[in-house]
């Protein structure tokens, strides 16, 4: 009996930043780090240093206060950055 396919296969497991829960990785969002600051990957396979954000919108709010991309990036990314990435996620004014 082959083993492989008697398994079931395993979904890649994610952390979100902000909040530190665990979740499927095509369930949560990948900001990627890019020349010009961070910005949402859309394909989950741009290259590049990626960070996860769950779909909380807490966790969305406090992705700004809390300046958590830093962190991940261990680099300074700008406040215009974090205000592109809340609009595409439909966090406009917020």
């Known amino acids: ?12 497991i994610r952390t979100c930043i902000v909040c530190r829960t665990e979740g499927e990785k095509k369930a949560l969002v990948r900001i990627v780090r890019t020349a010009d600051g961070a910005e949402i990957d859309k394909t989950g396979r741009a290259a590049g240093r ?12 406090k992705l700004v206060k809390t300046r958590a991309l830093n962190r991940a990036f261990k680099a300074e990314i700008s406040l215009e950055c974090y205000a592109k990435i809340n609009e595409e996620l439909g966090m406009k004014g917020k």
């Open 1 to 12: 009996m082959d083993n492989k396919k008697t398994q079931a296969r395993r979904k890649p």
């Open 50 to 61: 990626g960070a996860y954000l769950c779909g909380n919108p807490e966790c969305r709010i």
